[in-house]
């Protein structure tokens, strides 16, 4: 089975850009998650969607980032405008629902992103 | 509000020698998940192993070993004879409660396992 596909891997962008990425998860899985990683405040989740509807974005760190999930198989993360602080790693994830309770996260290759 | 620490951040061993990566956790609920993960030197996350909080028994995988104590809080990794495939960074993740689908993640521990 393909794993949660993560567009694009790499991501080089000039700060007031704007930064789209793209994250295709596992078919039928139903929840998906987004993560940034950096090396100052590790991994940290963004927002993550059940169903295609946004359940928490508390981890969203500012305006000038939104996600969207239009359908079960994709979800996009974007960054309007970029900024240098915005680099680092990002990573989708989904989860399985056929597992009672708590759903295993499987993530992407993440997308690697540098704001310069 | 939940936590988990990992206090080593880097260990460095020869291969073959046994090495065990410590995690702690905190957390209010009595129903809980635990997780590792492993970050390879090409930057993907890959899942090892999930347990509950119900479920305290000890899992063997190859290699890979796993002790849970809920009287400590932890949940340790242990690594048998250990490779230098096994070079990584390991990050052990809490989810709390039922249907908790947020996980928090440790700091993550780099192993280095050297010829």
């Known amino acids: 089975d393909a794993g949660v596909i993560q567009s694009p891997r790499h991501e080089v962008t000039e700060m007031g850009q704007e930064v789209t990425l793209r994250c295709k998860p596992i078919?039928?899985?139903?929840?998906l998650f987004w993560y940034r990683q950096t090396m100052m405040r590790g991994l940290e989740l963004l927002i993550y969607?059940?169903?295609?509807?946004?359940?928490?974005d508390s981890g969203m760190p500012e305006d000038r980032f939104s996600a969207k999930m239009p359908n079960a198989s994709f979800s996009t993360l974007k960054i309007q405008p970029s900024e240098p602080r915005d680099s680092a790693v990002y990573f989708c994830?989904?989860?399985?629902?056929?597992?009672?309770?708590?759903?295993?996260?499987?993530f992407g290759p993440g997308t690697r992103l540098l704001v310069l | 509000a939940q936590k988990v620490t990992q206090a080593q951040t880097e260990i460095s061993v020869v291969e073959k020698e046994d090495v065990t990566l410590d995690c702690v956790y905190e957390?209010?609920?009595?129903?809980?998940?635990l997780f590792w993960y492993k970050q390879p030197p090409s930057g993907e996350l890959v899942f090892l192993i999930r347990?509950?909080?119900?479920?305290?028994q000890n899992e063997i995988s190859g290699r890979y070993s796993w002790n849970f104590q809920k009287s400590t809080s932890s949940f340790n990794f242990t690594i048998t004879a250990s490779q230098v495939v096994d070079s990584a960074v390991y990050f052990c993740?809490?989810?709390?409660?039922?249907?908790?689908?947020?996980?928090?993640f440790g700091g993550g521990t780099r192993l280095m396992v050297k010829p």
């Open positions: 993740a809490l989810s709390e409660g039922l249907a908790g689908n947020m996980l928090t």
């Open positions: 347990r509950n909080s119900f479920d305290e």
């Open positions: 957390t209010r609920d009595t129903t809980y998940y």
């Open positions: 994830a989904s989860s399985d629902p056929g597992e009672l309770y708590q759903e295993t996260q499987y």
């Open positions: 078919s039928g899985h139903n929840s």
């Open positions: 969607f059940n169903n295609n509807v946004p359940i928490d």
